[in-house]
């Protein structure tokens, strides 16, 4: 019986070996990225690449903060992140909800009017959204650069398919209990919601995280700029540098919260998507 | 409760619709543009106006970058009242991050006063910017401007705008590549570049690692490929820039010349990897500017900088690069916006800022070459300098009349560089669509 | 006939009931109002907008001029627009059933991965959390003739080198190994979450039945990962039908113009040549491909059917 064990342990040793190697390969973009952060331009591009530095340099993550101003980027960022963190989780949330706990007339109508906008690509928006949005004076803002986003169709969709595996039974007592809609909503719905909740801020924050285009429209003045904005910027200025030996830390740099976020709230979310209906 | 749903929503819809139908210059809703500052009568304010209290507005690409806190700083001597608003966009590739900001700007009916660009003559054709040539002329500096600097500022002999940080490409030469070919000077025509290849291939040159060793590097888009067309005679466009001279035989000589430095490995297929074979020490010759000297110093190539070598034309002209700020026309603060132009040129600005130099006569100053010995980009300055005199505007990469030419003419040089395609027919194919829709758009 | 009690409780009931109605509809219109309205702003005035400067010239600087047909005729003669289509096309094809299949494969070695599960699945997401310009210039650095890393393990093997990006065939599989790359974490969650959902009970009597690993793959698992495929499999092609950054980064379209992809072309078209108009033809054309191939896909395994109400 001790060798049967044995022997099967070691099996799993092995195999976890063997996925670590497949795990290492898929990410090494991501851990080039990492170590070429703490080389010299010079050095990025000598063959063979040298995964473990030779010396270690903060020099780039120095040049990266000052010349990228990717301090205030980072304030921008993560005040945008959340701001439109906060709007598009509660919105979205509550609308899926209502929508498939409710019967209304033009339900199913509703329904496409929604959906439908999976189909467009948001990007042919932006330049009506533009003007818009600057009707509302609120260009070059943070909640400019938040509001094309507070809704939209994917997350009204996923909160959807989430709230249906509510059992209506739960609902329903509640209300004979005497709950007021509002009530059975931000009692009962919005706690068994928490997981979907979960899996959709983590696919939202990851968006907004990198979010270019609208970013690089809406925003007017150096001290808006988010982060992809200040990538972009070191990538390619108007002496025609490349500064990529500020564009690699920056970019590590702008990794890392999301990377963080993720293995914090990993568990939650792969539990989320696993208890959802994404069976249908 | 529901009809007003349903009534909201068509409203919405609705006013979409005819709201789109565009009115005066916009393609949507119409935003109102604050008026800023005092006067609103005509173009230019009252004579003393220095103590007016106005806001200044300027679009360019980045606040520090374009030294426009020490142009402020510079301008609030002289107008103490006065605000400058700068909006940033980014520069992207060609510009065009700054150019979509402008256009975006424009489309809303909001316009700045002073804008960078390198699209001048596009915009100066669209009526969207002043001709300033009468101020301008009068400007100090005007003189001094090299033709190609003036070529940048002028179109149909009006003057559109006023260029800035003037820069150009000039040779990079790898002293030890050449050493070990047996060269100790570097190339001065083409002809000394194709033996010093030639050289290079018979010997069979490697890098330590076993990297194969190039006499030369077609990298750079059009900085590097204007070069060899005007050093082996070709053109662009003809002089009214009415027609593409990219298939005249000139022209397709000096296609077929670089072409034939790819197909002997004397030069690698483009693939946007920029400077990286430079630095890593597998290219002899290398024409690019002043950017990217700190890398090279820092890859520790032995490099010396040079002008450019001669071609068979007996030229060695390259583009001019800088950039020009304009007057927009909607500005109605024109005489402000010269003067914060004319701060931009000035010396004490190009001193103050050190890198942005306009003035070729700078070059001699002695405080700014101290700085530049300092950072060790003093012999590629000189040869800079010398480089600026033989300067020309070059069509194809911002292309006024027909912008889409400059994706055909680039696609059609990808395809003789990378693709190895006939020169003849694939020039002619490219100047054909190019002249067409030069055509069109001139009777548009 | 007294008013018994009991009707006085269903008198009390039923106000009770409608009151309840009405506040059940206030709920619906309050939130869903804001949605409407929203959705209406922010995607349907700009939609339209675009479909009213489909047959107009604008170029940002003078106003919109009406010229009918003309921008979509335009269309229909234009090889650029069919060859940026056909790249499209070819990404899309290759890349989804690609990265679901390789989702899938990970998916299910890391199900029966029994240490280290959770590092090494997070590992394998964080992919998907890598921003798609950054990972783009990482590729693109790597895909490098001379001194990209991958030219230099294929070396090392004693392979020849590839031309990756001069070479249009073999950019454009760079261009698909990118994409798959940025989403195969992303899918393969999904995945997980719909291999840990399969009824067990169906593969034990399988195994007792005596089918092997491969049949019992075939024959039980896989059927039931049917809904989970098809939901990956229509997100993961109105991705990639809108690629773009991803190409621009790495090979700017080229080389000559040979992987330029639809919306790239549409900005260049709206942006670089300044015809809005044109460009918003092609916008409509990405999305109406996009819903005729969504609704295509639903149609094929009779989705509505299940979806109900």
Known sequence: MNTQKASRSWLDFVYLLGMAAVAFVLLSPVIWLVSASFQGPGEIFKVPFRWIPQHISLENYKNAWEVGQIGRALWNSVSVSVLMLVFHLFLNAFSGYVIVKYSFKFKSLMIVFVLATLMLPQEITFLPVYNLVKSFGLVDSHLGLAIPFFYSGFGVFLMMQFARAIPDEILESARIDGCSEYRIFFRIALPLLKSAIAALGIMAFSFIWNEYAWANIVVLSDQMRTLPISLTFLAKSSDNSVKISALIPASVIAMTPVMLLFFIFQRQFVESVASSGVKG | ?444 | MRLGVRSIAVIANATKVRKRKLSKQGIVYAVLTPTVLYFALFFYYPFFTNVVWMFTDYNFLNSAKFVGLKNIAHFFDDPYAWKALKNTFVITLVSTPLTLGVSLALAMAVFYLKLGKAVIRGAIFSTYIVSTIVAAITFKVWFNDELGYVNSILTGLGLKKVAWLTDPFWAMVAIIMLSVWLLMGYFMVIFLAGISGIDTQQLEAGMMDGANKRQLFFRITLPQLKPVMIFSSIIAVSIYLKTYPSVVILTNGGPYRSTETILMYMFDQGFVSRNVGYASVLGIVIFLITMFISLLQLKLTKFFSEQGG
């Open chain 2, 1 to 444: 409760m529901k009809k007003l749903f349903g009534i909201a929503a068509s409203a919405i819809l609705l006013a979409g619709v005819t709201t789109a139908c565009g009115s005066s210059n916009n393609g949507g809703l119409t935003g109102t543009p604050a008026p800023s500052g005092a006067s609103a009568s005509a173009e230019s304010s009252p004579a003393d106006s220095t103590n007016d209290k106005f806001t200044l507005k300027v679009i360019a690409s980045d606040l520090k970058g374009d030294g426009l806190d020490v142009a402020t700083e510079m301008f609030k001597q002289k107008y103490p009242n006065a605000e400058v608003q700068v909006v940033t966009g980014g520069w992207g590739s060609g510009g065009q991050d700054l150019r979509n900001k402008q256009l975006i700007q424009l489309s809303g009916g909001e316009s700045a006063d002073v804008g960078k660009m390198i699209w001048g003559k596009e915009f100066f054709r669209s009526g969207v910017i002043d001709d300033i040539t009468d101020a301008v002329k009068s400007w100090e500096i005007y003189d001094r401007l090299s033709d190609g600097q003036k070529d940048r500022m002028t179109l149909d002999g009006k003057v559109y705008g006023v260029t800035f940080s003037s820069n150009t490409v000039y040779m990079f030469y790898n002293k030890d590549i050449l050493a070990q070919a047996g060269f100790t000077e570097a190339p001065k025509t083409l002809d000394d570049l194709a033996a010093i290849a030639k050289k290079i291939k018979e010997a069979n040159l490697q890098t330590a690692d076993g990297k194969p060793i190039y006499a030369t590097s077609f990298e750079g888009g059009n900085w590097a490929t204007d070069y060899w067309l005007w050093a082996n005679g070709g053109k662009q466009m003809t002089d009214d820039y009415s027609k593409t001279l990219i298939d005249s035989p000139e022209s397709i000589q000096a296609y077929q010349f670089m072409q034939d430095f790819v197909t002997n490995g004397w030069a690698p297929k483009i693939d946007g990897s920029y400077d990286q074979l430079w630095l890593n020490g597998q290219v002899a010759v290398w024409f690019c500017g002043d950017w990217d000297i700190p890398a090279t110093i820092n890859a520790n190539i032995n490099a010396g900088y040079a002008p450019m070598p001669q071609g068979s034309s007996g030229l060695n002209t390259t583009s001019v690069g800088g950039v020009e700020w304009a007057v927009f026309k909607q500005s109605k603060r024109k005489k402000e916006a010269l003067d914060f132009i004319e701060i931009l040129v000035s010396k004490e600005f190009q001193l103050k800022t050190q890198g942005l130099t306009t003035d070729l006569a700078l070059y001699d100053d002695p405080e700014l070459q101290a700085t530049w010995k300092a950072d060790g980009t003093f012999e590629g300055r000189m040869a800079e300098k010398v480089q600026l005199q033989n300067t020309k505007y070059n069509f194809l990469e911002a292309p006024f009349l027909f912008p889409d030419a400059s994706k055909i003419y680039n696609a059609a040089l990808e395809k003789i560089l990378i693709g190895g395609a006939d020169v003849t027919a694939t020039m002619k194919e490219a100047a054909e669509q190019i002249n067409k829709g030069i055509a069109e758009a001139s009777n548009s």
